[in-house]
């Protein structure tokens, strides 16, 4: 059961090309980011453009010191820019049968400090 | 499935154990874990809140004292993926004593034998995460990887370790054999 705390789609000039997802938010201070494009190479591009705009928002939205992220082997990463930063914490081995094949699930971090120092951007948690 | 052992019984959780649960999950260590976000919830809402993404609990019985050393519970499966999460709660006095691993055992014998699972898993904490150091060493399960700092927990950053255990490696492994062989032995009638 997931709870969410705030979600965007993302719009280029030719269209919507992908949803970015914040949930989880709890009391330890993370959240689990999702970040999901439409089929086809320009699309993820897109979303890697706008990448750390969508993770300096959800930083700024709520007060946390981490975010987490996951995928399945087959799933394209989309961080962009921000990939080297993402450290892997937890690998599934063959999580889930997918389209008849199982594949591993792996659970990335991403620290706000990282993120900051690297970008170079002081986010402001809300009051 | 009940399972008895020389000192245990293994058996489905029923209304009549909610008390003695209750007060498991009301000691301040338990208190400390991330099971309930809001806090305790007052004991009318308990068993609501105790089966909440819950698929199956079974306590785990002194066969001496007929008390409760703890229990175990089956959450959050996905048949389609054949995986499924587990917690483990030890009573207080019953700490340190091995019950709830032996619980474990149990646990992994009837998930294992009556559900279509491949791996179950759980999350644990750094300051319990040794009750599962010797089956690791051992094979009987593995560590997927650590949520560093995942909590806090009084105010600090607390890791939280994932444990995986598989199918394949609990059906195979020695200490299953041992735990049936001895589960075969004549027991002494438990008391009623």
Known sequence: MKSFAAGVVITGPEGDVGIATLSDVGGSGTGMLDVWSIPGEDARRRIEEVIVELIASAFGVSDLRALYHERFDRDPWLLGATEPLWRTEVVFPEFASIEGRFESRTQRVLWRSDFESTFHRHVEPPA | ?192
């Not at chain 2, 029923?14 to 208190?31: I, T």
């Not at chain 2, 700490?95 to 491949?118: K, Q, T, Y």
């Not at chain 2, 009987?140 to 927990?153: C, D, F, P, Q, S």
């Open chain 2, 1 to 192: 499935m009940r399972i008895e052992t020389s000192r245990s019984i293994f058996r489905a959780v029923g209304p009549r154990d909610y008390d003695a649960l209750y007060s498991m999950e009301n000691d301040l260590d338990s208190l400390a874990t991330w099971r309930y976000k809001t806090g305790m919830p007052p004991p009318e809402e308990y068993e609501a809140a105790l089966w909440r993404q819950t698929d199956a609990i079974w306590v785990v019985e002194g066969r001496d004292t007929g008390r409760l050393n703890g229990y175990l519970q089956l959450h959050d499966v996905d048949l389609r993926a054949q995986n499924g999460w587990f917690s483990l709660y030890a009573a207080p006095e019953s700490r340190g004593s091995g019950f709830v691993m032996e619980g474990l055992m149990a646990f992994c014998e009837i998930v294992f034998d009556e559900w279509p699972l491949r791996w179950i898993y759980a999350h644990s904490l750094e300051q319990n995460v040794m009750h599962f150091e010797s089956g690791i060493r051992r094979g009987h399960a593995r560590r997927l990887g650590v949520l560093e700092k995942r909590m806090i927990i009084d105010g600090r950053p607390s890791d939280v370790h994932v444990i995986g255990i598989s199918r394949e490696s609990w059906m195979n492994s020695r200490l299953r054999a041992r735990f049936n062989a001895l589960r075969a032995q004549p027991l002494t009638p438990a008391p009623d």
